[in-house]
């Protein structure tokens, strides 16, 4: 004999592309910077004068096997 599990009456809440472009664009933008700053910014394209940043960086670099020294 088997029970007959009640299942809630659950609807999946709508999104509207409307709504979620801005923050897309937004999180995007974010995730492009730190994609820049963590393995492209060196050398003659450096934003950023000096060593620091990429020796901040230099771990996380490494970690994603981007191209460093
Ligand atoms: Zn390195």
Redesign the pocket.
Known sequence: MALAVPTPAVAPVRIPLREVLPWAVFAGAILLSLLYLVGLDQGATSVFSGQLLHEFM?DG??LLAMP??
């Open positions: 230099h670099r490494h460093c020294h």
